[in-house]
């Protein structure tokens, strides 16, 4: 095959449940395949089983498996990746940035973090020169404004939304202490200058929200929540999916006026207005921590980290990570006080009150900033007394379906303890926007009686100065490691053993 000529049916159509949209051109007033000469596409290589092409404008991805042809969407929906270079293995394409996996048949979400599917066309192949596409839906009304994906309460989100899909036709209440419709908390450390601007609401037609409205308890027997507000709600199923909080900072001089925490999108916006142009302290070197000293170094005159241990993200990725991106920082002008612990805070002339002028370094700061100063910790305090399983950390004991001890109760995300297959059955926490996802899902398909199990490999990822670091599977310690590639030009695979 020379060339490939693609033709596309008429008007906009999506594929099922996707937000990505291709304009369609009528050439000859039927549905399905175009008759005439149809725009030809530049030479495809037969070798290639991922090739992205344009047709009248707009670029498809055409995969190659063995003699078969898929046409999908050519960007991944999380963050969009392009899908030519991610990876194929049988039906399932990887895409190359975080992970998110489609059917190249179908387009459907395989593994996440992707909220959304891939757009999906029928291929036929008819003549040795021509490659046709059609759609395979029906046409829906475009929504040209979807933004990006939402992700604050991703777990309850994924699960509404997975129950839609499954054809739950009831009523769906999402409460939540957030003011905020959903948005990209992963992105919080970019400093958004206009929080509104970068909201965006998901399925709101399908899910009824109540905003700034938190739980205080649950009544299990009769199956009401109650609320700070004096209100309730009745259910008859319960999905619990609270997240994690951080704990405070626990040291004298904590509650000084410039000492910011980050969790929400005012704090990030204070953050960016304290810290432009003035001296900035990072309390631990946490991925988040490590985030926000390369995004503010930059933006501060200067920045410091103030880390425990002798390297980043030590106990987690191990120093030789931890040493490549500290020196990647220290190269942009980022300065390290590492094994050291902070004891003391101290503003101005020794007021209680006043702005941070000094830390236990004798550092000048005009701003500290504090991500997770000591962990985070599940949000399930308005469940103490009750009957619900916990373990001593306070996360919820749930089973592979994310089933708790209480029939019609599930729990989901940050807050839940679960079993690892990785771990031979071993219970742990996991605070991966990729597993929150999954386990959404496997709770709707639960709700549902579907009876589905949770089999994923946990994934996470990091970016700091253009560098992104991808890390898969779940390890508690490791022994040795293996370096393939090299560390010192900051392009390598590591494997850790135990």
């Not at 920082?329 to 000094?358: I, P």
């Not at 708790?404 to 926007?433: K, M, W, Y």
Request: aromatic share 8%; charged share 20%; with cysteine.
């Amino acid at each position: 095959m020379s060339h490939a000529g693609l033709a596309l049916p008429p008007q906009w159509l999506p594929c099922r449940r996707q937000p990505c949209w291709w304009p369609r051109e009528r050439h000859d007033g039927h549905e399905g395949l175009s008759l005439g000469s149809p725009p030809q596409c530049p030479p495809l290589c037969l070798s290639l089983r991922l090739c992205e092409v344009m047709v009248a404008g707009h670029p498809v991805l055409l995969v190659r498996n063995k003699k078969e042809f898929s046409a999908l969407g050519s960007r991944c929906p999380h963050y969009g990746a392009p899908l030519s270079k991610g990876v194929l293995r049988g039906h399932r394409l990887r895409c190359p940035w975080h992970g998110a996996c489609f059917n190249i048949k179908t387009g459907d979400i395989e593994e996440y973090p992707s909220l959304d599917c891939l757009p999906c066309f029928k291929v036929m192949c008819c003549s040795p020169s021509l490659v046709y596409v059609c759609p395979l839906c029906h046409p829906q009304v475009p929504d040209t404004d979807r933004g990006p994906p939402s992700l604050v309460g991703v777990a309850a989100l994924v699960c509404a939304e997975t129950l839609r899909q499954e054809g739950f036709t009831g009523r769906i209440i999402m409460a939540t202490k957030e003011k905020h419709a959903p948005y990209d908390k992963s992105k919080l450390i970019k400093v958004w200058t206009d929080v509104a601007e970068h909201q965006r609401a998901r399925g709101a037609s399908l899910i009824f929200a109540s905003f700034v409205l938190q739980a205080v308890s649950v009544d299990f027997q009769k199956q009401k929540v109650h609320f700070k507000d004096g209100s309730s709600q009745k259910y008859n199923q319960l999905l619990i999916a609270t997240g994690s909080h951080s704990s405070s900072l626990k040291v004298p001089g904590a509650d000084l006026q410039n000492v910011c925490h980050l969790q929400t999108p005012e704090d990030s916006s204070k953050i960016l207005e304290l810290a432009t142009g003035r001296n900035v302290v990072v309390i631990g070197a946490s991925f988040i921590g490590m985030e926000a000293a390369a995004f503010l170094s930059d933006k501060a005159a200067a920045v410091s980290v103030v880390e425990k241990d002798e390297f980043p993200f030590q106990k987690t990725l191990g120093p030789q990570v931890g040493g490549v991106c500290m020196k990647m920082l220290q190269n942009n002008g980022v300065k390290f006080y590492t094994k050291t612990e902070l004891c003391e805070l101290k503003g101005k002339d020794g007021k209680g009150h006043d702005q941070v002028s000094s830390l236990l370094l004798h550092t000048f700061a005009a701003f500290v900033l504090t991500p997770f100063p000591a962990g985070a910790l599940p949000s399930s305090e308005f469940l103490k007394g009750t009957s619900i399983g916990r373990d001593s950390s306070g996360a919820i004991l749930v089973d592979l379906c994310m089933q708790t001890n209480i029939p019609n109760v599930f729990a989901a995300g940050d807050v839940v303890s679960f079993p690892v297959a990785l771990l031979d059955g071993e219970r742990s926490s996991i605070h991966h926007q990729q597993v929150a996802e999954a386990h959404g899902s496997i709770a709707a398909l639960n709700m549902l009686k579907k009876q589905k199990e949770l089999h994923t490999v946990p994934f996470f990822w990091t970016t700091m100065l253009g560098k992104s670091i991808h890390y898969a599977g779940c390890g508690k310690g490791f022994t040795d490691t293996v370096v393939k590639g090299s560390l010192e030009q900051q392009k390598f695979l590591i494997f850790y053993i135990r």
